[in-house]
């Protein structure tokens, strides 16, 4: 593994998280805006149906997923631009 691989990852891990509380964020936002409700159904609430439930997991994965792919996207590319090198995948 190369250095600038190295020393990356903590920077891509600082990222993913930021990506997580971004993707909360959002999701909850877009909830507000679908549903005009505050909180979406969790998979165990008894008062929601099958749905309603499965359509907020579904948004919710999609939002996570393209956050985070935006947020892994722009932390590579600046990675680039500071370093020179693109940040290794996985492995």
């Given amino acids: 593994m190369r250095a600038a691989a190295v020393v990356y990852k903590p ?4 990222v993913g998280a930021l990506g997580g509380v971004v993707a909360g ?3 909850k936002q877009l909830w507000r805006r679908v549903a005009h409700e505050e909180d979406a159904p969790d998979a165990t609430d008894e008062d929601r149906g099958w749905r309603q439930v499965l359509l907020a ?6 939002v996570f997923a393209l956050v ?8 590579a590319a600046a990675w680039k631009r500071v370093t020179g090198v693109w940040p290794a995948g996985r492995g």
């Fill in 57 to 62: 997991a579904a948004l919710q994965g999609a």
């Fill in 11 to 14: 920077v891509g891990m600082a």
């Fill in 25 to 27: 964020a959002v999701f």
């Fill in 68 to 75: 985070k792919a935006a947020l892994d996207r722009s932390g």
